[in-house]
Every structure is written in C-alpha cells, then in structure tokens.
C-alpha cells in the first residue's frame, strides 16, 4: 500500500490541513455551506468581504456569464462585522477548519473598525485585506493600485490586528511585485494572488450593461494564466507564503499554482456549479500525487523550471 500522502501546509503561524480554502464571495459565511459540505474537509475559508456597517450591495442583476468567465457587481454587500460576530460567529466555532475573515472599507479607518471588533472575538484565525477598494479620503483611487496607500494600510492594520494579516492585491497594476513588497514590509503575513480582472458585457438588445452596473469583475477559467503569471511574479519577489486564487476547476490547475509558486490556492467561481467543488479537489491533489510519488504536497512549490 502506498503512503498516504501528507497534504498539510503551514502559513506562517496557521496551520491548515490542506492547501485547498474556498475563497471569498463565493461561500458565504460558510455555514451556508454546511449543510452541503463537510466544512472540516477543506483547508479553510474566507468570509463574504466584510465591513463597519451592513452594506445593500448593487443593484441587479449582478452577475453575467461571458466566455471561460463570470463577471460580477455584487457591490460588496454583507451584513457588517457586528451582525457577522452576533449570528455567524457562534455557528462557526463548531468546526475545526480555519475561518479568514476578509476585511474592507473605504477608508484605513474603516477597515480597522473591522479587525478591532474581530480582535474581541472567538472564531477567526486570521484576516484577509480586499485592498481592491476605492479609498474615499484617498481621492476614490483603489488603495491596492498604490504601494504607498498599500503600506499605509498595511501598516495601520498590522497595528490594530493580533492575529495573521493576509493582504489580498489586485490584479489590475502596472506591477505587482512593488505592492506585494510593500504589503510584505509593512507587516503582511502572506499575500493572496489576486482578485478579480475589471470587465464588461453589453447586451446588444437593449444596449445596456449585462450587470446593474456598467462594469464588473471577471474571474473563472478565463483568468488562471492571468493569475497564474502574478503568482509566479509575486512569489518570487517575497518571502512571506503566497495563495493564488483564479480559475481554478481541476486539481492540475492547483497543481499549476503550486508549482508556480503558491502555498495554498483558494477556490471562487467553481463553487457556483458545485458546491462540494473544494473537497473533491482535495481528493483529486491526492490522487494526483499519489500516482506522481510525491509524498509531501509542499514539495511541489516552486519547482517550475526555467
Ligand atoms: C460573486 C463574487 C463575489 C466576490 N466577493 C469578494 C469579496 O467580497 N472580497 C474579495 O476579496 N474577493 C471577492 N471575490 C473574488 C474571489 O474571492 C476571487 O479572488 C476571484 O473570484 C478569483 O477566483 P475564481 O476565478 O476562482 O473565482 C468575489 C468573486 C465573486 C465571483
């Protein structure tokens, strides 16, 4: 019989039972989730975008299926932090995967309210940053296009937050690599690679947007060797763990991250067309390595060759 492969990772101070977490917007609070998948299989998971104060989100529809991709404008609704730790909180505390909160605002002092009403709470292991927001008291510019505004905030976070600060960049820079390392330098834990690509489509018909909003954010199998070339870049030029996440379907697409670089990779898009798309991809790295005789998933990091 053959080892059994060990798929465990450890990020910094975290560790996860495997590599595979389920990303943010696309799994609720988690416990929504509960009742179709066994939380505890997966790796771990990141919250529904966080902030101060309930927000109602975009108008509909909110999102539109394009080729290889689905663009989103779902405004970032949720129901604030206080409502998150009063009603979610409870219930996620019975299960042993790790919970990110993801965290935003539109001003450094929003997104502090957020980690300070978290750090009074039990059930979340560590944050994640959406820095894909405009900042209000930065002239509306996104605070993750800048590494000035990034480290800024970073930092300001790196205060107020105890636990492990993950900073998720956006893809939309002319270079990556300067707003991971200022993430890096002012305090981040690890990086997450990356959010969603901005995007249209116009329904010719009625000459409009196919969103409630003019544009939206494009993720899917349309992006992986978008994100895949980012997390390639990024890893390279940081030391802290990076976790990719874009398009993944397959375990060889989470192979590919890894080999490119990753530590983890979280799962979005997918799980609207299967729910249980996490845990299925957790059998199929298994198999993978299994077959490839890797015994450790920690191996592969890296390893693309040049
Ligand atoms: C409907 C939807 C909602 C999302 N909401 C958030 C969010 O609140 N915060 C965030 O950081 N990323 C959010 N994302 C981005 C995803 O977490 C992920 O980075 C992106 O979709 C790329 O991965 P995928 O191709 O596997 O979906 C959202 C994505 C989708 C599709």
Redesign the pocket.
């Known amino acids: 019989m053959a080892q059994p492969v060990d798929l465990r990772v450890r990020l910094g101070s975290l560790d996860f039972a495997n590599p595979i977490l389920a990303?943010?917007?696309?799994f609720g609070y988690g416990v929504e989730f509960a009742h179709l998948v066994d939380l505890n299989r997966l790796g771990g998971f990141?919250t529904?975008?966080l902030s101060a104060r309930p927000m109602a989100g975009a108008a509909a529809p909110r999102?539109a299926e394009t080729a290889g991709g689905?663009l989103?404008a779902?405004g970032?609704q949720n129901i604030g932090v206080e409502a998150f730790i009063r009603e979610k909180l409870p219930l996620l505390r019975k299960y042993r995967t790790v919970v990110l909160a993801?965290v935003?605002g539109s001003t450094p002092g929003e997104y502090i309210e957020v980690i300070q009403a978290l750090e009074r709470a039990e059930g979340v292991a560590g944050y994640?940053l959406?820095i894909?927001c405009p900042n209000t008291d930065g002239g509306g510019r996104e605070f993750g296009v800048d590494p000035e505004m990034t480290g800024r905030l970073v930092a300001q976070a790196r205060k107020a937050a105890k636990r492990p600060l993950w900073v998720?960049l956006s893809p939309n820079v002319t270079n990556i690599v300067t707003i991971a390392r200022a993430a890096e330098e002012s305090g981040a834990d690890a990086l997450t690679v990356?959010?969603?690509y901005p995007g249209m489509a116009i329904d010719i018909r009625t000459r409009r947007s196919h969103l409630g909003r003019l544009s939206g954010?494009l993720?899917?199998p349309a992006?992986k060797p978008l994100t895949l070339k980012l997390v390639w870049e990024t890893s390279r030029a940081v030391r802290i763990p990076v976790i990719g996440?874009?398009?993944?379907e397959k375990a060889e697409d989470v192979v590919e991250y890894l080999m490119a670089g990753a530590w983890a990779v979280?799962?979005?898009?997918?799980h609207f067309v299967n729910p249980a798309i996490g845990i299925e991809l957790v059998k199929g790295i298994e198999k993978l390595a299994t077959v490839n005789k890797v015994n450790n998933i920690n191996e592969l990091r890296g390893v693309l060759q040049t």
């Open positions: 990303a943010s917007g696309t990141v529904k975008g999102l689905l989103n779902v970032l993801n935003f994640e959406n894909s998720k990356a959010n969603t954010g993720s899917g992006i996440v874009g398009g993944i979280q799962v979005g898009t997918a």
